[in-house]
């Protein structure tokens, strides 16, 4: 039995059990589209206004229309968009490590040898204004140049 059509049954025998469900045998997702709320937005807004009714809503109706595959669907379709949007940063993030890995890669093996001067340059550097103006200075200088106004960047 799929794990899906197994929560179906348990929310319809709880439904059963607390006299939620409708009287009526057969159930349609037509009258599930008459009593219960359409989307999201509007449960939220019926259930922030207090008009929502729960004694229309036909439960069984209701969990075969989401379980149904057009509404598997609709589901899928809507948090598909989220889901592109954390695979898309997922991937830029992964793009621009490897791009890092490999910059660092041809720094240390020689293969771009302005790289690995203009690097040992910068450590030199940045040796020599530890030694003359200690940490603390450093670390202010870095400070300002990450955070400067946007008119100087770049």
Do not use: W
Not at 48 to 74: F, H, M, P, R
């Amino acid at each position: 039995m799929l794990p899906c059509c197994y929560v179906a049954m348990q929310i319809q025998q709880s439904a059963r059990q607390a006299g939620l469900a409708s009287p009526k045998g057969g159930s349609s997702t037509v009258a599930a589209a008459a009593g219960c709320p359409k989307s999201l937005q509007e449960l939220r807004d019926q259930l922030e206004s207090g008009t929502l009714n729960l004694d229309s809503i036909d439960v069984e109706a209701a969990v075969q229309q989401l379980l149904s595959v057009g509404g598997l669907l609709k589901l899928a379709r809507h948090h598909s968009t989220s889901l592109m949007d954390y695979a898309l940063t997922a991937q830029n993030i992964l793009d621009d490590a490897a791009g890092f890995a490999e910059r660092l890669y041809a720094m240390l093996t020689a293969q771009d040898p302005l790289a690995g001067l203009l690097f040992c340059g910068i450590v030199l550097s940045s040796a020599v204004f530890f030694y003359v103006f200690g940490v603390g200075a450093s670390v202010f200088v870095g400070i300002c140049v990450l955070l400067r106004p946007p008119v100087l960047r770049g």
